[in-house]
């Protein structure tokens, strides 16, 4: 009897194991294209994700570098004082959208191009997104804003 417990005991063990290692496996799946990582113009410069990976780039909105295409085409690029990638965008810009502002864009990278689906813009004259804080401190070409 008492080795029928100790049996029962190691295969309820043995099977809550393995459905907590199928259960972090399937979340692990279900997250992997769920998870953007931010990168700097520079970082994107210096090692190029692959086409396939979704990520979030930031930085200012270089100036001079905004054109509206035919349709809702747009184009500009995006600078962190030390690199500055292109951008393509198909779609509505927010409001605050314009040159010299932070912006934060979620795409891929494709020929040279980061190709954006989604564009976010500062959401008043004092926010900016810390990751493009961040980014612009790490070239030393970031200006605290005037109170």
Known sequence: MKGLKKQRRIQVIVAAVIALAVGVGLIGYGLRDGINYFR?????????????????????????????????????SVTDGGAEVPVTYTGVLPDLFKEGEGMIGTGRYIDGVFEASEILAKHDESYMPKEVIDALKEQGVYQEPES
């Open 40 to 76: 700097s113009p520079s970082q994107v410069m210096a090692e190029p994700p692959t086409p396939r990976e979704v990520f979030r780039m930031g930085g200012l909105v270089a100036e001079g570098t905004l054109v509206r295409g035919q349709g809702a085409v747009i184009r500009f």
